[in-house]
């Protein structure tokens, strides 16, 4: 079973414009949150993480917001850049559990 | 620091060839562990590592095979490749078990025929 989901496979913005990626989860034990990217032929990196007893985390021009209730994460990218471009994943784990869920990925195109 | 190295970058097998994915970390990282990324499932966990001598399973650990005998080094082992191994397959390590951010090497597609 998929226990993290990004439902959008793809999303195209245009440069300077705000990019909203979205992710949902289904085991209320996650309590820590992270977003990775991943350029092609290259492994994920680290972007940001948000642990549960936060709602937001901000990192530049990177934010990711937590909805508990929901059970929903976004990540913001203000302003977008075409460096952006990548494939956005999001993934969730519990403390002191080593088994870290993903989701299948969002691919992310910045139009110049 | 050369972070989190994977050999080979690419590697063809027949059904039923064993191979061995190396992968080796020059962070001095406890946690180390192996992924398969497939097309539409994101990345699923196969084997961890939170020490030299110590592995347990993820998600998908069947087929697959691990050791750590040093804390550099966390080979992935496929005794008896099958076509529904044919995956790209990443490395990580991390400097904390479990919930802090990985490290994470090129990766190595393998195609199983």
């Known amino acids: 079973d998929q226990q993290v989901k990004q439902n959008s496979p793809s999303l195209s913005v245009q440069e300077g414009r705000i990019s909203i990626l979205n992710c949902d989860y289904t085991?209320?034990?996650?309590?820590?949150f992270l977003w990775y990217k991943k350029y092609p032929a290259e492994g994920p990196t680290f972007l940001i993480s948000i642990s549960s007893i936060k709602d937001k985390n901000e990192d530049g021009r990177f934010t990711v917001f937590l909805n508990k209730s929901a059970k929903h994460l976004s990540l913001h990218i203000v302003p977008s850049q075409p460096g952006d471009s990548a494939v956005y994943f999001c993934a969730a784990g519990i403390y002191n559990n080593n088994d870290m869920r993903f989701g299948a990925g969002t691919r992310l195109t910045v139009k110049p | 620091n050369a972070g989190v190295t994977q050999t080979p970058k690419f590697q063809v097998l027949k059904t039923g060839q064993s191979m061995t994915l190396q992968c080796a970390q020059d962070m001095n990282h406890e946690y180390m562990s192996w992924y398969r990324q497939d097309p539409g499932m994101g990345l699923r966990l196969i084997h961890y590592s939170v020490g030299a001598g110590i592995t347990d399973q993820g998600e998908v650990p069947n087929g697959y095979n691990v050791s750590r005998s040093t804390t550099e080094d966390f080979p992935l082992r496929l005794l008896s490749a099958a076509p529904s191994q044919t995956s790209v397959y990443f490395c990580a390590s991390s400097p904390r078990t479990g919930r802090y951010e990985q490290y994470f090497g090129p990766g190595t597609r393998l195609t199983v025929t």
């Open positions: 085991n209320s034990m996650f309590d820590y």
